[in-house]
């Protein structure tokens, strides 16, 4: 697997990961905004009316007609956050060429598919058509509602909500929905017009095709994006410590299992060289089936229905996710203390050091088996400006000794405890 990076124009990044392991390739592009509060429903809502028609296919059947003869190829709208990057655009699956009948080619009309999407959306009055837009913000409205229905993930949502609430970070990818609300045609054509000139462009393509060609077939992307714009930066966010006690929110809703989500500031990202420890500290806290969290407070202690550990790569949180019962939330929380405080002091064992070891590396190269695991991993480093893949950061970890495990766990302080609970 060969991975080469390249900066067509400034502020326009491609990476062409090749490769003949997979039947399909990856074409994707993305726009890369600092998330804020007040543009991103507007940035989340861009890609979804972009999707629904074209200039040249002006409706979701005429487009999907397109697809389908590029070998019932996919194009889906792509809404990321790596850090407090937002990352906007497409994520497209196509007929690897390898594949291809009579070698045909895919990977050009592919591209220029996406071009067509990206560069030349149908349009009504000089803008994105109304009906449209109306029926994607509704859309997007209900999936921000829809959060709520996933109650771990919500309560890992709120978490981060009140612990970052001054920062980006808190700000969740897809916006609010009062924010949503407010979206018309003429305001969501504005954003578009912004994305284009300012925001930061990262294209990927992961198949059997060589980096020049690929290269090639993204030129009308590139030579489509306005020129001469200074585009945005990498951004890397600001750490923050702690308080010096935890702040604690309860919230109520009508569930018959309690919800416990912690956040903890972990001093550390992906930027610095301790990562590969935190990574470590992480697998053999809670990020495992043979972590301390899932051994002891959820098997031999049975306080949680369930009860894990995660990192956000690009900022400096460690998220803890429980189920719990309401008259344990208590026992519970001293607990997944009391196994981070086994971590800190160096209480881990051989064999779980050595499986939480296995268990990341595997993960790591993992991702090499999968293209969607491999296209989100990308995009993460191209967010953050790093080159790293996931081989070189598996060497690291294995590097890794257990003075700087237990080091890196001494710097996880807790910052936020988030309780969902039962109506009374």
């Known amino acids: 697997m060969k991975v080469t990076q390249l900066t067509l124009r400034p502020g326009i990044q491609l990476t062409a990961v090749q490769t003949r392991k997979f039947k399909s390739s990856t074409l994707a592009v993305r726009f890369l905004l600092p998330l804020s509060e007040e543009e991103a429903s507007l940035n989340a809502l861009v890609p979804m ?24 190829g996919s194009l889906e709208p792509l809404v990321r956050k790596k850090g407090e990057t937002q990352c906007v655009g497409f994520a497209g699956s196509f007929l690897d060429d390898a594949y291809a009948l009579e070698g045909e080619r895919v990977l050009e009309p592919a591209a220029a598919l996406l071009a067509e999407v990206l560069l030349r959306p149908y349009t009504q009055d000089g803008a994105f058509c109304p009906d449209y837009t109306r029926q994607e913000k509704d859309n997007l409205i209900n999936r921000i509602r829809a959060q709520v229905n996933d109650k771990r993930q919500y309560a890992q949502i709120r ?20 924010r949503a609300r407010t979206i018309d045609a003429g305001q969501l054509w504005a954003q578009y017009q912004k994305l284009l000139h300012c925001a930061r462009v990262e294209l990927y393509y992961c198949g059997s095709a060589e980096a020049e060609r690929v290269q090639a077939a993204f030129a009308p992307i590139v030579d489509g994006l306005p020129q001469g714009e200074a585009r945005m930066g990498v951004l890397r ?12 929110v309860e919230e109520s809703l009508d569930v ?6 912690m956040g903890f500031r972990t001093g550390c990202d992906a930027w610095d060289e301790g990562y590969p420890a935190l990574a470590l500290v992480n697998a053999v806290y809670g990020g495992t089936t043979t972590s301390k969290l899932f051994l002891n407070v959820r ?4 306080l949680c229905y369930y009860a894990s550990s995660g990192l956000m790569k690009y900022k400096d949180v460690m998220l803890v ?10 026992q519970a929380e001293g607990e997944i203390l009391s196994q981070l405080y086994k971590c800190q002091t160096g ?55 257990r003075a700087e495990v237990v080091t890196a766990a001494q710097n996880l302080i807790p910052d936020t405890v988030y309780f969902l609970k039962g109506r009374d």
């Open 237 to 248: 966010p600001a750490k923050r410590e702690a308080p010096r006690h935890p702040r604690r």
């Open 256 to 261: 018959t299992q309690g919800k416990l989500a």
């Open 347 to 401: 209480d881990v064992t051989d064999d779980e050091l050595e499986w939480a070891r296995r268990s990341v590396v595997s993960t790591l190269l993992t991702t090499l088996d999968a293209q969607s695991r491999l296209e989100d991993y990308w995009l993460g480093q191209a967010a953050a400006g790093l080159t790293e893949g996931p081989e070189e950061l598996a060497r690291r970890v294995e590097q890794v000794t």
């Open 299 to 302: 098997e031999r202690l049975s």
């Open 159 to 178: 978490v981060v909500e009140e612990m970052c609430g001054e920062e980006p970070f808190g700000v969740d990818k897809l916006g609010s929905e009062a």
């Open 49 to 72: 009316v972009l999707r629904r028609g074209t200039a040249e296919h002006p409706d979701l059947e005429s487009l999907s007609a397109a697809l389908d003869e590029l070998y019932g």
């Open 321 to 330: 996710s429980s189920g719990v019962e309401f008259d344990k939330v208590g």
